[in-house]
Each structure stands twice: as C-alpha cells, then as structure tokens.
C-alpha cells in the first residue's frame, strides 16, 4: 500500500490560501431563492441497460482478444489451492468483480454485499463485523491509528488496511488459525474508518491524461477559485515524482500497480507487483508458494500474461459510461436535465468536477489516443473538512484531502462518498452533495450556493447527475 505518513502541503496550495479574496458574480438566474415547494430529492438508480462495461469500439481483433480474458480473469472466484488459487490468508472478498459490479462488470458495489456469501464460502467460519450487511456497501476497513499493548489508543499512524476476514475454516485451508482483526475493539476506540470500492470506468481515459493537462487545468480560474476557498493539489508519485491519480486519495499510479495492490489487499493474493503475505500470517495458514499469481512461461499466447497484467488490460480497455437522458425515475424533462448541467456550471462544481480533459497520444488503441475524457474530476485532492475526513495520509494527500471524485457513470450507482455514507436510504446523492460542507471544507463557498437554489434547481442538478 501507498501509505505516506507526512502531509505535504503543494505549492498550488499554499499559493491559493494566501491570496486576495474576489467578490464574484455566480450569472445565477434571477430566480435563484431560498429553497421552497418539494423538496429535491435524488431520483435514484437510472433503469434501462447498462450503458456501461463494453470495451472501447476502437479495439483490434487481439486488443479484444486480451480483453475478454482479462474480463474472464475480473470474474474469477479464487481459492486458497486449485485453479484460482491464492486467496487469503486474509481477504476482504473472493473476486474483482463482487464488489466491482454495479451496473456492470468494472463498476462499483452492488445492492447485495457479496461479502457476505464470502464470509463463509468453502466452510470459513468468520464472524460478520456488524458495519457489514446485505444492503451495506462493499465496506473495507482501516485502523488510522496504533492500539497499545494495553488496550488503549495510540497517536502512531498505522492507516493500513486491515482485512475483514481469513481462511481459518475453510476446507481448502486445513489446520489454518488466524483470528480476524478486533474490529469490536476498532469501533469503541472510534478507530476504523472505511472506503467502497471506486467504478473502473474509463480508467484508461484516466490513466492517459498528460500530466501538464492536469497541472494545467488546476491553475486554470484561479481567482474565482481563491474567492470561494478552493485549491487543491496533485498527489505526487514518491517513486518518479509524477502525478498519481487512482484511488479516493489519487494515491496510486496506475491501473496495474492497483490490480497488483488489490490482488493482494483485497484478496490475499501474492503477485509480481506485491510478493509478500500481508499480516504475518502463521505457518498454518500458508500453502503456496509465493507469488501466487505470476508469469505463465508454460503456456502461450494470451494464457502467458499472469493475472494483474490481463487485469489491467480489461480495466484499461473498458469505455467510460454512455450518459443517457432516459429511464431517470420520476422521467425529468430533458429541460430539466440541461437546466441542471447549466446549473452545475453555475454555482461553480465544474471547478473541482472538471468536466473533461484531453487525453494524450496512446500506443495502445486510438480509443484511448487524443480523446475526450468527460471525467467530472480534476483528479486533484481537495481539503474536504472535518465532516469528511478519515486522518488518513496517503502519498502527499493529508487527514481530510480526497480526489475529487469523477462523476461519470453516477446515474446507476447505489452508494457515494469515499464510505459510502450517501445511500439509497438516506438521501443518495443530495446527501452526498450536503456533505461536501464542512469545518475547513473547500467546498463550502459552492456549497453554499447550491444551498441557495429553489428545489426545482436542486432537483434539475440532481436530474442531471442522474443522466450521466
Ligand atoms: C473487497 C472489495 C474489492 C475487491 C475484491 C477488489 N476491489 Fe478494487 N477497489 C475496492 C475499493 C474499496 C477501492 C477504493 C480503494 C481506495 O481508494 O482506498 C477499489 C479501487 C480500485 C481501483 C481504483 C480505481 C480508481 O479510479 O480509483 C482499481 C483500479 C481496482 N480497485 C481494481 C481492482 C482489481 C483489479 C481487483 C481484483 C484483483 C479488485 N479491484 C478487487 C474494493 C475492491
Ligand atoms: C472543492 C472541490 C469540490 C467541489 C467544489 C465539489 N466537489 Fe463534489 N466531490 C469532491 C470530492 C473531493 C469528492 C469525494 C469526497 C469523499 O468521498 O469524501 C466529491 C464527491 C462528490 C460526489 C460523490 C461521488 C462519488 O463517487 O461518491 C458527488 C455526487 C459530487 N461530489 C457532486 C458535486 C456537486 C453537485 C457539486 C456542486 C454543488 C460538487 N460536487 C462540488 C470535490 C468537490
């Protein structure tokens, strides 16, 4: 894991905090008010198909090919031994595409918690942290800080994740003991915090985005930025010091350092990227040697590439969602829906959910070379406040910094914010968008405006959030 303990504050940062403050016009309608009549409400999940989860149309005969294994591989369900083999000994699922599912194969987490049918497949006799249930998100768990030998918390970084289940029990895993992690323990020192599982959507797109576009885009605005109290800065790779962009806090580099990352931490399998068993497992619970998934030397063509490189070639070649006006519950208008974009623009979201960037040249497939990314992000981190904060440090990306998220894909996803807080039962995605404010929050200027539309505005915004 990426797990940088040191906040460094960017020097985009630090120049936008000092500078002067502008009184701004928003060119908000005449009509914008206190909020009256109904209240806006999210729509919910868009019906219709997918729109989303099919390869990039401009992908050759064996770009597909590698593709379609990929994919195959994203569906797997490993083992501790046997074909798939590798799992644990401690896991937080069993398969990329459990918890990366909703709407499609790549997505996000789904409406049922596969992490459940997990918990105790083959015979494992975990206990279920009660943070988890059918309707919860895909949950992981990290500890921010060090517990003392005696019970009590410690102010030592630890920030790691801790998975939530082992292999003990499981007839594949004979004579393994490895107890779970005291997540009773975690909650009552108020110290776990957890993250959901982010859509792959796209992630080319992403992955191909020049860095001095991004840098670029960041210093773009910058006095109305100032004047509503938002900066923001890359997270920076330690390693060869260019901008790293996956992940809630853009901490990692890359889609297969993060196929090599997850294959490890979310499901216990050892790879090239990350050869080591996490958590110092006992003797009894290893049975493999390590890695468990590498180069196939053996075998041709495709079946060569071992896992996280075949992957990374699916999440790289998968298109970004197809926005779409139809099947949004309620059926908005399309007025609506381009009133609510126009309004997205107007109270100022577009200056952290830059709507697009240009990708730059791409050996791969002309899918990914010169192209329209239509992101919603500026894949910067944001001091988001205290409301959202997890005091995790990653890379250069502090306690309460956050990616701004991309919202492409949003129309038929079930749960936001890094944990999942906004839910279909608690107000989906206006909570989510009320929970951008906060002590220290950047997004409180914009915030404020939003705040500051009617209900049929707040309702267009939301319909076209749904659209996307
Ligand atoms: C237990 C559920 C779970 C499983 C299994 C899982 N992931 Fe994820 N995935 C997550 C979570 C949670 C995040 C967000 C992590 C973070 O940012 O801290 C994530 C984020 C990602 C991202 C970053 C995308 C972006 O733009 O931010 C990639 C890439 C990814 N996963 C690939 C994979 C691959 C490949 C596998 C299989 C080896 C996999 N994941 C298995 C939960 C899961
Ligand atoms: C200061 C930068 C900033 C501004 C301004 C901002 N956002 Fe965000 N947005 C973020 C960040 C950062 C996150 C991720 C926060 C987290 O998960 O804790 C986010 C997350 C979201 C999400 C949840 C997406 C997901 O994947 O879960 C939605 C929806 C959203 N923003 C909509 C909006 C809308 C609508 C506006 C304008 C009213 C807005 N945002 C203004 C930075 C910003």
């Given at each position: 894991?990426?797990?940088?303990?040191?906040?460094?504050?960017?020097?985009?940062?630090?120049?936008?905090?000092?500078?002067?403050?502008?009184?701004?016009?928003?060119?908000?309608?005449?009509?914008?008010?206190?909020?009256?009549?109904?209240?806006?409400?999210?729509?919910?999940?868009?019906?219709?198909?997918?729109?989303?989860?099919?390869?990039?149309?401009?992908?050759?005969?064996?770009?597909?090919?590698?593709?379609?294994?990929?994919?195959?591989?994203?569906?797997?369900?490993?083992?501790?031994?046997?074909?798939?083999?590798?799992?644990?000994?401690?896991?937080?699922?069993?398969?990329?595409?459990?918890?990366?599912?909703?709407?499609?194969?790549?997505?996000?987490?789904?409406?049922?918690?596969?992490?459940?049918?997990?918990?105790?497949?083959?015979?494992?006799?975990?206990?279920?942290?009660?943070?988890?249930?059918?309707?919860?998100?895909v949950r992981e768990a990290r500890f921010p800080f060090l517990v003392n030998a005696n019970g009590t918390l410690s102010t030592t970084p630890?920030?790691s994740v801790h998975d939530l289940f082992t292999i003990t029990g499981r007839a594949d895993a004979p004579g393994c003991e490895m107890a779970?992690?005291?997540?009773?323990?975690?909650?009552?020192?108020?110290?776990?915090?957890?993250?959901?599982?982010?859509?792959?959507?796209?992630?080319?797109?992403?992955?191909?985005?020049?860095?001095?576009?991004?840098?670029?885009?960041?210093?773009?605005?910058?006095?109305?930025?100032?004047?509503?109290?938002?900066?923001?800065?890359?997270?920076?790779?330690?390693?060869?010091?260019?901008?790293?962009?996956?992940?809630?806090?853009?901490?990692?580099?890359?889609?297969?350092?993060?196929?090599?990352?997850?294959?490890?931490?979310?499901?216990?399998?050892?790879?090239?990227?990350?050869?080591?068993?996490?958590?110092?497992?006992?003797?009894?619970?290893?049975?493999?040697?390590?890695?468990?998934?590498?180069?196939?030397?053996?075998?041709?063509?495709?079946?060569?590439?071992?896992?996280i490189v075949e992957f990374s070639t699916f999440m790289r070649f998968l298109a970004p969602a197809v926005p779409s006006t139809q099947g949004?519950?309620?059926?908005?208008?399309?007025?609506?829906?381009?009133?609510?974009?126009?309004?997205?623009?107007?109270?100022?979201?577009?200056?952290?959910?830059?709507?697009?960037?240009?990708?730059?040249?791409?050996?791969?497939?002309?899918?990914?070379?010169?192209?329209?990314?239509?992101?919603?992000?500026?894949?910067?981190?944001?001091?988001?406040?205290?409301?959202?904060?997890?005091?995790?440090?990653?890379?250069?990306?502090?306690?309460?910094?956050?990616?701004?998220?991309?919202?492409?894909?949003?129309?038929?996803?079930?749960?936001?914010?890094?944990?999942?807080?906004?839910?279909?039962?608690?107000?989906?995605?206006?909570?989510?968008?009320?929970?951008?404010?906060?002590?220290?929050?950047?997004?409180?200027?914009?915030?404020?405006?939003?705040?500051?539309?009617?209900?049929?505005?707040?309702?267009?915004?939301?319909?076209?959030?749904?659209?996307?």
């Amino acid at each position: 894991m990426n797990i940088g303990k040191e906040f460094v504050t960017s020097v985009l940062c630090a120049g936008a905090a000092a500078g002067l403050v502008f009184l701004v016009s928003t060119g908000l309608p005449a009509n914008v008010g206190a909020a009256s009549g109904p209240e806006a409400k999210d729509p919910g999940v868009r019906a219709g198909s997918a729109n989303a989860g099919s390869p990039l149309s401009s992908l050759s005969a064996d770009e597909q090919e590698f593709f379609t294994d990929g994919q195959t591989r994203f569906l797997n369900f490993d083992t501790v031994t046997g074909t798939n083999s590798g799992l644990g000994p401690t896991f937080n699922s069993n398969s990329c595409g459990s918890c990366h599912a909703q709407p499609a194969v790549g997505g996000t987490s789904p409406a049922l918690n596969p992490q459940i049918a997990a918990s105790s497949d083959d015979g494992a006799t975990n206990t279920l942290p009660d943070f988890i249930s059918a309707s919860s998100p895909v949950r992981e768990a990290r500890f921010p800080f060090l517990v003392n030998a005696n019970g009590t918390l410690s102010t030592t970084p630890d920030g790691s994740v801790h998975d939530l289940f082992t292999i003990t029990g499981r007839a594949d895993a004979p004579g393994c003991e490895m107890a779970q992690p005291n997540f009773v323990q975690a909650q009552a020192l108020n110290n776990i915090i957890f993250r959901i599982p982010t859509p792959l959507f796209g992630a080319g797109l992403i992955e191909n985005i020049p860095d001095a576009t991004i840098y670029a885009n960041l210093a773009a605005n910058a006095a109305l930025k100032q004047s509503l109290g938002i900066s923001g800065h890359v997270n920076i790779s330690g390693n060869d010091g260019t901008i790293t962009r996956f992940g809630w806090k853009a901490q990692n580099k890359s889609v297969e350092v993060f196929a090599g990352e997850a294959y490890n931490v979310e499901m216990g399998v050892t790879n090239e990227l990350f050869p080591d068993e996490r958590g110092l497992p006992p003797a009894s619970c290893l049975f493999n040697p390590l890695p468990e998934d590498s180069t196939n030397f053996t075998l041709s063509g495709d079946q060569i590439l071992s896992d996280i490189v075949e992957f990374s070639t699916f999440m790289r070649f998968l298109a970004p969602a197809v926005p779409s006006t139809q099947g949004i519950p309620g059926n908005p208008a399309a007025q609506s829906i381009a009133s609510g974009q126009t309004l997205f623009t107007q109270i100022h979201c577009t200056l952290c959910h830059t709507p697009s960037m240009q990708t730059g040249p791409s050996s791969f497939t002309a899918g990914l070379n010169n192209q329209t990314a239509a992101l919603y992000s500026d894949l910067a981190v944001h001091h988001m406040g205290t409301g959202l904060a997890d005091n995790i440090s990653q890379g250069t990306a502090g306690p309460d910094e956050f990616r701004t998220a991309p919202l492409w894909g949003l129309g038929q996803r079930l749960f936001f914010l890094h944990d999942g807080r906004a839910t279909p039962s608690n107000g989906g995605l206006l909570t989510a968008i009320q929970d951008h404010a906060g002590s220290g929050s950047e997004a409180n200027g914009v915030i404020n405006l939003f705040q500051g539309l009617s209900a049929q505005q707040q309702q267009d915004l939301l319909n076209f959030l749904r659209s996307l």
